[in-house]
């Protein structure tokens, strides 16, 4: 079955510094999405990518962060200078449309430590 | 605005003991309602669904009701088993294209043998 796959699975990263987390969507999907679960807490939503452009966005997605498809495959979320709390696990996710009813698939996460 | 709560864990049992997360929601309209289970060290997998009230999700002995009256989606399960701990997530996706799940915080469950 075709699953969504995120590199790497743990980055330990510098404050201050840049950050680029990957994922690879399930290859017929339409919709793409960045989550991110800090340690303990709820899953939260970060931005909805579509047709090369973000159509939703929360809060959280402030100035410091942004997404991008740079080619037909991959999914990027890059945080420009992180912080401690930015500490956290990233998941992305994937539909073939944009259908309420479809489930998001997820991947494995990418676990991000920040010093 | 539209969120989900979820009973606070942990939820400790014992192997075939019959198991209820409590989930109620606050939505506009009619969101489709999920459970997401997340195992030891993995991503979030999708357990089950139900898109409109009345509705039965069911998958690996789990089910959930949709019900709108009392805007909740219980998870239940007759006999668990010590496979089945995990984190449990409730969520839900209001019926506009592409967006965003809205998760409750996670139930934990653990099983013992």
């Known amino acids: 079955e075709p699953e969504v796959t995120q590199t790497p699975s743990h980055q330990v990263t510098q404050m201050g510094q840049e950050v680029i987390l990957r994922c690879v969507p399930i290859?017929?999907?339409?919709?793409f999405y960045w989550y991110r679960q800090i340690l303990g807490q709820k899953v939260e939503f970060l931005v909805s990518?579509?047709?090369?452009?973000?159509?939703?966005k929360s809060e959280i997605f402030d100035d410091q962060f942004s997404v991008e498809r740079p080619d037909g495959s991959n999914f990027t979320l890059k945080i420009r200078s992180t912080k401690l709390e930015d500490s956290a696990m990233y998941f992305c996710?994937?539909?073939?449309?944009?259908?309420?009813?479809?489930?998001?698939?997820f991947g494995d996460g990418t676990r991000l430590s920040i010093l | 605005g539209d969120s989900v709560t979820q009973m606070e864990g942990p939820v400790t049992l014992s192997e075939e003991a019959f198991l209820t997360i409590n989930c109620t929601y606050t939505?506009?309209?009619?969101?489709?309602l999920f459970w997401y289970v997340q195992y030891p060290g993995e991503g979030l997998q999708l357990l089950l669904k139900?898109?409109?009230?009345?509705d039965k999700g069911s998958n690996k002995g789990f089910e959930a009701t949709y019900r709108k009256e009392t805007t909740s989606f219980h998870l239940e399960k007759g006999s668990v088993q010590v496979s089945d701990s995990a984190v449990y997530f409730c969520?839900?996706?209001?019926?506009?294209?592409?967006?965003?799940?809205?998760f409750g915080k996670g139930t934990t469950l653990s099983v013992s043998s």
């Open positions: 290859s017929n999907h339409l919709y």
């Open positions: 969520a839900l996706r209001t019926n506009q294209a592409g967006t965003a799940l809205i």
């Open positions: 139900a898109t409109k009230a009345d």
């Open positions: 996710a994937s539909t073939p449309q944009g259908d309420p009813n479809q489930p998001q698939h």
């Open positions: 939505a506009t309209g009619y969101p489709s």
């Open positions: 990518f579509y047709n090369n452009e973000i159509s939703e």
